[in-house]
Nanobody, 116 residues
Framework: QVQLVESGGGLVQPGGSLRLSCAASGFTFSSYAMSWYRQAPGKERELVAA????????NFADSVKGRFTISRDNVKNTVYLQMNSLKPEDTAVYYC?????????WGQGTQVTVSS
């Protein structure tokens, strides 16, 4: 059974940091590119960050470049999103995504709220 379980969301003040984790199981994690998406109320889901299956390349949405980093541990089957200098506009539900060729999986999402 494929599972992607996100954790680490919560309420944080502007300028603060959070680290999201996504624990994967039920598939060969190290063969999948991993991404983080987010969806704010009334907006479409958008790609935030992505990392290749072996972790040798990453890319980021322009809105988070220089503030967010993505990493993965193929032993722990976990992908991380380190979010620094958070802004109110980063408020959204953050989703973990795994993709390889014709296969794609999603997590259930974790809420991140940036507010004073």
């Amino acid at each position: 059974q494929v599972q992607l379980v996100e954790s680490g969301g919560g309420l944080v003040q502007p300028g603060g940091s959070l680290r999201l984790s996504c624990a994967a199981s039920g598939f060969t994690f190290s063969s999948y590119a991993m991404s983080w998406y987010r969806q704010a109320p009334g907006k479409e889901r958008e790609l935030v960050a992505a990392i290749t299956s072996v972790g040798d390349s990453t890319n980021f949405a322009d809105s988070v470049k220089g503030r967010f980093t993505i990493s993965r541990d193929n032993v722990k089957n976990t992908v991380y999103l380190q979010m620094n200098s958070l802004k109110p506009e980063d408020t959204a539900v953050y989703y973990c995504n795994a993709v390889r060729r014709y296969y794609e999986y999603w997590g259930q999402g974790t809420q991140v709220t940036v507010s004073s």
